[in-house]
């Protein structure tokens, strides 16, 4: 998801809510991605990498098990 669209305030508001329905959810990293629209490359957001993506999910779960109204 590029800049653009990761601060539509539509965007913000349905990840506030997932978080207080207690979805864990992983924050986009700063990235150089190619951009379709000016077809170059360019600090946007990207995925985090597969081995951080699994710490903060472990991370997320020990949050829940620390207070039960999350689940």
């Avoid at 985090?48 to 207070?67: M, N, Q, S």
Wanted: proline share 6%; charged share 30%; glycine share 6%.
């Amino acid at each position: 998801m590029n800049d653009l669209m990761w601060n539509k305030t539509v965007v913000s508001r349905n990840i506030e809510q997932l978080r207080k329905d207690g979805h864990i959810v992983i924050e986009p990293v700063e990235i150089m991605a190619f951009e379709i629209a000016t077809g170059t490359r360019k600090p946007n957001r990207g995925l985090i990498t597969p081995d951080k993506a699994l710490l903060a999910i472990e991370k997320g779960f020990k949050e829940r098990t620390k207070h039960p109204s999350l689940t």
